[in-house]
């Protein structure tokens, strides 16, 4: 298992007034790297769509270490944690010089594209996440 990484940096308009990264873009970080998952696991976030899938969020949580300051190269890691019947927990960090500085859970549920209908993980969607897998 190998964590899936996406690197990328703390852009000026995503900082509060005290110079770090405002809580809540953590979250949108989060969704960038694993659209780029997507990308390198079906080809692209269509790939998956095109499958007849989807995915909702139902929970996300976040625990702040430490401060992620203006223009600091974030190393934001994910790594599947587990598989439920139709759900995907998703473990992820955001390390900047070797110091994990957020660190969180995130909850998918798969559901048929174009509708709010849970669904079964296909067993070609798992294999195509199993690298990324704990």
Same mark, same amino acid.
């Given at each position: 298992?190998?964590?899936?990484?996406?690197?990328?940096?703390?852009?000026?308009?995503?900082?509060?007034?005290?110079? $770090?990264?405002?809580?809540?873009?953590?979250?949108?970080?989060?969704?960038?790297? &694993?659209?780029?998952?997507?990308?390198?696991?079906?080809g692209s976030y269509g790939g998956?769509?095109?499958?007849? &899938?989807?995915?909702? %969020?139902?929970? %996300?949580?976040?625990?702040?270490?430490?401060?992620?300051?203006?223009?600091?190269? $974030?190393?934001?890691?994910?790594?599947?944690?587990?598989?439920?019947? =139709?759900?995907? =927990?998703?473990?992820?960090?955001?390390?900047?010089?070797?110091?994990?500085?957020?660190?969180?859970? $995130?909850?998918?549920?798969?559901?048929?594209?174009?509708?709010?209908?849970?669904?079964?993980?296909?067993?070609?969607?798992?294999?195509?996440?199993?690298?990324?897998?704990?």
């Open positions: 298992m190998a964590a899936f990484v996406h690197d990328l940096r703390a852009r000026y308009h995503e900082c509060d007034p005290q110079g $770090i990264v405002f809580n809540a873009n953590h979250i949108a970080y989060v969704d960038v790297a &694993l659209t780029e998952l997507w990308r390198e696991a079906f998956m769509t095109e499958l007849g &899938l989807d995915l909702v %969020v139902v929970d %996300v949580h976040a625990r702040f270490r430490a401060p992620v300051p203006f223009d600091a190269e $974030i190393a934001l890691a994910l790594t599947i944690a587990s598989f439920g019947r =139709t759900s995907m =927990t998703t473990h992820w960090t955001e390390t900047v010089d070797g110091e994990v500085c957020v660190e969180g859970e $995130i909850v998918h549920v798969w559901i048929e594209a174009g509708t709010s209908t849970p669904t079964e993980i296909p067993a070609d969607a798992r294999s195509a996440l199993d690298p990324y897998t704990s």
